[in-house]
């Protein structure tokens, strides 16, 4: 990296901070400075803070986001309001929900399967049956047999297999990532997508803009474009304040020719491939999808695609085969599903509820984060309570200090009800991983946290049946060898440390 490539970077990230920093200054002087007018503003926004209190109270949302910003507006009654109003009512949200309600009418019907296999899964087990049809029936992700999966881990090995299956393309390459670094894996791949886009390969990438705010120059989208790659950046950083910001493209997918996919936790950087070191050994866990089920992920990023670019694709013409029958032999199911913030779906927050709710003997958890609403607090005790054997593996290495405060403030009242609960002492642990009861596992992009699972777009595959389900269990178990067991006395902090870290719950939305 240049200097003066650092240069051009730093101070485009800076301009950006010091603007937004410069907008709430302005908002807090106008509202705390003494004068007659100003007084009486103030008295006009503390009642409006009022309203909007039971505004907030009344609304069909979250307990723990009513919370949040009800404390944050009593506590600050001035200028709480107006920033709620500021964040929550604008057009630009009110304009993308149009939008994807738009490209869903137009593309929803070719996610229909060509057979249905609900009634099969119901004959075989009614415990996952509902879990299945609410993904296929409500969500509108159908299940797939004809399919062939391969548990990717750690990062090294997703690499090796994305590489194979990229130089094998014929017609098209989709990449949607949230991170995307220059450093050995981006560079290869980038040599790979330069080479196919020569060969006429419609060759098409997304990238995050938060994910790669310090990481990528302003301009890299037209360095992509002078390589013959189409590339769009998802939801541009302005210096506006602006509740849509707060979305962001969490996903990770790769879809060769619409026969084969990718997704999971890894991104296009070098420490998910364990070529640098940053927060130690980095585990994580990715997912190839060969077959029909590929499908899915192929509409999901044209989905995406039309949005960015607000147009309507010719989806049907990208299916790898327009009559003839896929020759992969099955694999058990496979149910690749998204997750948007703008429609009030949580499908990735139902998916692991369904899968913690129907577990009878276990229920083994990877995730980052451990930030969650008390819906999941109450699903992961009882399935304890119930004599369920339920396991979370967390980070011992953390890479956000407050976030993994926050995380820690959950392990005492999940291990008084019997969850067991563990920290990876290698280094990182960023696999999003459940699996329960040698039947069911889902491999995704989902952090069990807030923004996760109520704020970004993010993606999954639900397993059933699959080989890649006891490879998950497998996995799980040898991680476990490679972790320290948290028990309470770890949990014995002092008082003023249990006192930040409940501080730290109940804004723990806003992380």
Same mark, same amino acid.
């Given at each position: ?63 723990? +986001? ?160 002078? !390589? ?182 959950? +392990? ?16 990182? !642990? ?82």
């Amino acid at each position: 990296m240049s200097q003066r490539w650092l240069r051009i970077l730093f101070r485009r990230r800076i301009m950006v901070t010091f603007l937004l920093a410069l907008q709430i200054g302005i908002l807090v002087f106008v509202v705390s400075t003494s004068s007659q007018k100003i007084d009486l503003i103030n008295r006009i926004s503390t009642i409006t803070s009022y309203f909007v209190v039971i505004y907030i109270i009344s609304k069909n949302d979250k307990s723990s +986001y009513k919370l949040t910003w009800v404390i944050l507006i009593l506590v600050f009654p001035v200028f709480g309001g107006l920033f709620y109003l500021l964040f929550n009512f604008q057009s630009s949200t009110t304009k993308v929900r149009k939008t994807i309600e738009k490209i869903k009418f137009e593309s929803q019907s070719l996610f229909v399967p060509k057979e249905n296999i609900l009634t099969k899964i119901a004959n075989e087990n009614e415990e996952v049956f509902p879990l299945v049809k609410y993904l296929q029936g409500c969500a509108g992700f159908p299940v797939y047999q004809n399919t062939q999966t391969e548990y990717l881990t750690p990062g090294e090995l997703m690499f090796e297999r994305l590489t194979e299956e990229l130089k094998k393309a014929e017609r098209y390459i989709f990449l949607e990532y949230f991170i995307i670094q220059e450093g050995i894996m981006w560079n290869t791949v980038l040599e790979i997508l330069k080479e196919k886009a020569k060969q006429g390969v419609d060759v098409r990438v997304i990238y995050d803009d938060m994910g790669c705010f310090f990481l990528l120059p302003k301009d890299y989208q037209k360095t992509l474009e002078s !390589m013959g790659i189409h590339c769009f950046v998802f939801n541009a950083f302005q210096p506006i304040m602006s509740t849509i910001q707060n979305n962001r493209d969490h996903r990770k997918i790769a879809v060769i020719d619409g026969k084969t996919a990718f997704t999971g936790g890894i991104n296009l950087a070098d420490e998910y491939i364990n070529a640098i070191d940053k927060h130690g050994y980095w585990k994580d866990a990715s997912i190839m999808v060969h077959g029909d089920a590929a499908w899915s992920f192929t509409l999901m990023f044209l989905q995406m695609w039309s949005l960015c670019k607000n147009t309507i694709e010719n989806y049907n013409k990208y299916r790898p085969r327009q009559t003839e029958t896929c020759p992969v032999l099955s694999d058990g199911y496979v149910q690749p599903y998204a997750d948007s913030p703008i429609d009030n779906e949580n499908v990735g927050e139902h998916v692991y509820l369904k899968i913690i709710n129907n577990a009878k003997k276990y229920v083994y958890i990877n995730t980052p984060y451990l930030i969650i609403d008390d819906a999941m607090v109450s699903a992961l005790k009882l399935a304890a309570k119930s004599g369920v054997d339920v396991r979370i593996v967390t980070p011992h290495r953390w890479d956000k200090r407050f976030v993994h405060m926050t995380t820690r403030s959950y +392990y005492r009242e999940l291990l008084r009800a019997g969850v067991k609960i563990y920290e990876y002492s290698r280094g990182f !642990m960023h696999s999003k991983t459940f699996v329960s009861d040698d039947k069911v596992a889902t491999v995704g992009t989902t952090n069990l946290d807030f923004r996760s699972l109520y704020l970004h777009f993010e993606c999954g595959v639900l397993l059933y049946k699959n080989r890649s389900v006891m490879e998950i269990k497998k996995d799980y178990l040898n991680t476990i060898n490679a972790c320290q067991e948290i028990t309470m006395k770890d949990c014995g902090h002092n008082a003023f440390m249990r006192f930040i870290q409940e501080i730290l719950r109940i804004f723990a939305p806003l992380m």
